[in-house]
Every structure is written in C-alpha cells, then in structure tokens.
C-alpha cells in the first residue's frame, strides 16, 4: 500500500479487516515495525477518535507520532497553483509538503469540506497538493469527500459483530444507510465513504434511503438501492448506519429536517433486531435516541475502540510496502 486516500488503494479489503482484527487481539505483535520511523498528522479542522486513535495505533508499532494543527500552531497555507499570495495565505503548500517529505515517513492529513463550492471541495485540492509535493505516503484522516479510515472501521465492526453473532443460513447482512437529522449541514464524506466501501466488499444487500433531494453523488452510491421510504427500508436490515449530510445537488443545504427520520426503538423493530453504527459524535435525541444509543443493539462504542487497529492496519501495510 503506497498511500490510503479511498478504498481504491485497498487490494483485499477481507485482508485489511482480518489484519486489524489480528492487531485486536495482540496490539504489540508488530511494535518493533515502525521503529526510528516518525508520522506527521496535520489537522485543518479538529479532531477527538481520529487524532487519538491514529496516535495510539502508530505508537502501538513503535511510531513516533507528531501532531500539527495547522490553523492555530501554523502559517496559513496556499493551496492554489500560481496564487498571488498578496492576500492572507503565508506559506504555499508546495514548499511546505516537501519539508514535511523530508521531517516524516508517513503523512496524515485530515481536512474538511467548506461545503460552498461543490466543484472546489469536489476536486481534493488540499488532500491532492500535500499528495503531489510531500513525496512520501499519505494517509487520509478525512478529507473533503471521503473518510476512509471510519469506512475501514465500519466494515471491520460488521465483519467482527457478524463473527460473534452470524446471521441464519449464511445469509448476506442488510445493511442500511440511514440519514438523520441534524441542526446544521454536514459534508457528504462519510456517507460518500461507507456506500463506497460497503458496494466494493460486496458482501451485503445494501440500502441507502433518505429523504427527496438528498441523493449523494452516484460516483459512490452505484450498485446501492435507493429508498425514500425508510419504514420500507429499514425492513429486516441486519446494520443501520446512521449519519446526516446536506445535499449534493443544490450543495451544502439543508431541505428537510424532519425529526421522524430520527431512528428510535419503534423503527428498529422493523429489522431483524438490526445493529446500529453511527461514526460519532452524535447528536442525542436529534440523529439518534438515548434509547438507541444507550440500547443493547448499539454498536458505536465498539466501532470507536475499532478505529485503532483500523489505523494500525493501514500504517502497518504503509510499513511494510518496499520505498520506491
């Protein structure tokens, strides 16, 4: 593996996941891998489960980790080609990158969308800039569009939860995406990232349903169903993976916030006793119930704890693949 930006840069996603269940069940087999060898995780927008997990699993392979925020620790970095920096940018990425290139091994880089401009969050720049100048691996701890890492999470937290409690008759699991409510519009990334992941696996009947003009953009979402109706949806899903997004079309709104989509014990009685994910953090009683949250069939603090050895997995494979 030579960087980790989509699931496109996973050849075996079954391998990934039994590989970071391995790291679960014996963190310090691999400690001595990452020895001498330094991560720079650069943050342009905050973080808690992200920044500490990825902390956690670089240091369980011997990794010496070095946390930057760029806004408040750092000069305010130019992203576009042949900018006239008369403005209030001071350092170009393209100067900037390649020192990091030289000061790491791997390079971690979480941005956000500005969900204004639908062509400029759609085109990576910032994720794409660190990725053409910096020289070394780059791993994606979210960026405009995609969340790898939490997609790898969630496909590891199925995998893991179908083991302990499999489905009748070797049946594929339902798995719902669910939109929720929220009290602002959110990116499409993490959306976006599990219909990506789930449609690559291969290995569920995936829904996404949400309400009308909330599609997510195709490029992800080919080979899901779509429903409008999530009663009808919900009907026995397995998983519900539940999250807010604002919409793709007309970008960055927010139409209908309707709290009947709100998933609450009433709903869940339409699965088969379906399991609930959410990424977190979660708004209670506005994306998801207490009852939910707080619920036997809450899955969200085992799919948090799973971000470490997701990240472990990936920087293990980054390690491990020969320098060009």
Same mark, same amino acid.
């Given at each position: 593996?030579?960087?980790?930006?989509?699931?496109?840069?996973?050849?075996?996603?079954?391998?990934?996941?039994?590989?970071?269940?391995?790291?679960?069940?014996?963190?310090?087999?691999?400690?001595?891998?990452?020895?001498?060898?330094?991560?720079?995780?650069?943050?342009?927008? #905050?973080?808690?489960?992200?920044?500490?997990?990825?902390?956690?699993?670089?240091?369980?392979?011997?990794?010496?980790?070095?946390?930057?925020?760029?806004?408040?620790?750092?000069?305010?970095?130019?992203?576009?080609?042949?900018?006239?920096?008369?403005?209030?940018?001071?350092?170009?990425?393209?100067?900037?990158?390649?020192?990091?290139?030289?000061?790491?091994?791997?390079?971690?880089?979480?941005?956000?969308?500005?969900?204004?401009?639908?062509?400029?969050?759609?085109?990576?720049?910032?994720?794409?800039?660190?990725?053409?100048?910096?020289?070394?691996?780059?791993?994606?701890?979210?960026?405009?569009?995609? /969340?790898?890492?939490?997609?790898?999470?969630?496909?590891?937290?199925?995998?893991?939860?179908?083991?302990?409690? #499999?489905?009748?008759?070797?049946?594929?699991?339902?798995?719902?995406?669910?939109?929720?409510? /929220?009290?602002?519009?959110?990116?499409?990334?993490?959306?976006?990232?599990?219909?990506?992941?789930?449609?690559?696996?291969?290995?569920?009947?995936?829904?996404?349903? /949400?309400?009308?003009?909330?599609?997510?953009?195709?490029?992800?979402?080919?080979?899901?169903?779509?429903?409008?109706?999530?009663?009808?949806?919900?009907?026995?899903?397995?998983?519900?993976?539940?999250?807010?997004?604002?919409?793709?079309?007309?970008?960055?709104?927010?139409?209908?916030?309707?709290?009947?989509?709100?998933?609450?014990?009433?709903?869940?009685?339409?699965?088969?006793?379906?399991?609930?994910?959410?990424?977190? #953090?979660?708004?209670?009683?506005?994306?998801?119930?207490?009852?939910?949250?707080?619920?036997?069939?809450?899955?969200?603090?085992?799919?948090?704890?799973?971000?470490?050895?997701?990240?472990?997995?990936?920087?293990?494979?980054?390690?491990?693949?020969?320098?060009?």
């Amino acid at each position: 593996m030579k960087q980790f930006i989509s699931v496109h840069d996973v050849p075996d996603i079954n391998a990934l996941v039994k590989k970071a269940l391995d790291y679960k069940s014996d963190p310090f087999t691999d400690k001595m891998l990452g020895t001498n060898r330094r991560i720079g995780c650069l943050f342009l927008n #905050p973080s808690m489960r992200t920044r500490l997990s990825t902390q956690i699993a670089a240091q369980n392979l011997g990794m010496e980790s070095i946390i930057f925020n760029v806004g408040q620790e750092g000069w305010a970095l130019e992203f576009e080609e042949e900018a006239i920096m008369s403005g209030s940018t001071v350092e170009h990425v393209k100067d900037a990158a390649p020192i990091m290139g030289k000061y790491f091994d791997i390079l971690a880089i979480r941005t956000f969308p500005s969900l204004k401009n639908r062509e400029d969050d759609y085109s990576e720049l910032y994720i794409n800039q660190f990725i053409k100048y910096a020289g070394i691996p780059v791993v994606s701890l979210e960026s405009a569009t995609l /969340h790898p890492l939490q997609s790898l999470t969630d496909v590891i937290t199925i995998q893991e939860s179908l083991q302990a409690s #499999p489905l009748k008759n070797g049946t594929k699991p339902k798995i719902v995406l669910s939109w929720a409510p /929220h009290v602002k519009p959110l990116p499409q990334c993490v959306a976006n990232s599990f219909s990506q992941w789930i449609t690559a696996w291969g290995e569920a009947d995936f829904v996404i349903t /949400h309400p009308e003009d909330y599609e997510l953009n195709t490029e992800f979402t080919k080979g899901a169903t779509i429903m409008y109706n999530q009663n009808k949806a919900l009907s026995g899903a397995d998983f519900v993976y539940v999250k807010n997004w604002s919409t793709y079309n007309d970008y960055g709104k927010i139409y209908c916030n309707d709290p009947e989509w709100m998933l609450t014990n009433e709903k869940l009685a339409l699965t088969n006793n379906a399991r609930v994910m959410h990424c977190l #953090p979660v708004r209670r009683n506005v994306e998801l119930s207490d009852e939910i949250l707080d619920g036997a069939n809450s899955l969200v603090t085992q799919e948090a704890s799973n971000r470490v050895w997701a990240a472990q997995a990936v920087l293990s494979e980054i390690l491990n693949s020969p320098t060009p």
